[in-house]
């Protein structure tokens, strides 16, 4: 079965510089989130997307951005990257509304150096 | 108080032992919950749904008490494979996905 996919899985960036983090939701999934996870912490969500609207927002820094596109897939725009942005980005995806269970995909991991 | 919270472990437990973790939730407002595992450095995987009273699925059973907003996973006859974070995941009534700070099982021989 199809599942959630990110990429890259792994990328890194020196501080101040810009990073796109790619998902692509499971086929018929309407429903997009982004969580960020530091070392030892649990998952924080950033922000998420109902049928290409934002439907949420957390914790995410203005630097960041995302969107989703018509295909459903979605994109974290990271700016003016800081050490402390060193994570691992989650984006899960549902169908169906508050009820069904969400799916991750298996990352992207995130270095600033 | 957070909106959701677990029992902070680290369980350390023998093979063939049951263990129990509690999660508590401010919202009574959420409908579904849910129970994730997360082995190191990947991706939570959904582990059981509870929409009810609980949930049971081979050694593992999910009890969901809404008078006192907690929900409960048991697991019975550990086995090593079991050792991971076990994270408690609860829409607050809103399309969000709030998770608990997880809890560590360690299984040893």
């Known amino acids: 079965a199809a599942g959630v996919i990110q990429s890259p899985r792994h990328l890194i960036k020196e501080k101040r510089e810009t990073a796109t983090l790619k998902c692509y939701p499971i086929?018929?999934?309407?429903?997009v989130y982004w969580y960020q996870q530091g070392p030892g912490q649990d998952p924080q969500f950033l922000i998420s997307?109902?049928?290409?609207?934002?439907?949420d927002k957390g914790s995410i820094p203005d630097r960041f951005s995302a969107q989703q596109f018509s295909d459903y897939h979605s994109e974290l725009n990271m700016s003016s990257l800081e050490l402390g942005d060193s994570a691992l980005y989650f984006c899960?995806?549902?169908?169906?509304?508050?009820?069904?269970?969400?799916?991750f995909g298996q990352g992207t991991r995130l270095t600033v150096v | 108080r957070k909106e959701v919270e677990q029992d902070p472990g680290p369980f350390n437990v023998p093979e063939g032992a049951t263990v129990a973790f509690n999660c508590t939730y401010s919202?009574?407002?959420?409908?579904?919950f849910f129970w994730y595992r997360q082995d190191c450095r990947k991706e939570p995987k959904l582990l059981m749904s509870?929409?009810?009273s609980g949930n049971e699925d081979g050694r593992f059973t999910a009890q969901l008490n809404r008078a006192s907003q907690y929900i409960s996973l048991l697991i019975r006859d550990s086995k090593l494979s079991d050792s991971a974070t076990y994270l408690c995941?609860?829409?607050?009534?809103?399309?969000?996905?709030?998770f608990g700070t997880g809890t560590r099982l360690q299984v040893f021989p």
């Open positions: 899960a995806s549902r169908f169906g509304g508050l009820n069904t269970e969400a799916f």
């Open positions: 086929p018929r999934h309407d429903t």
């Open positions: 997307f109902y049928e290409k609207m934002q439907s």
């Open positions: 919202n009574s407002a959420s409908q579904s």
């Open positions: 509870v929409y009810s």
């Open positions: 995941v609860v829409p607050p009534g809103t399309d969000k996905l709030i």
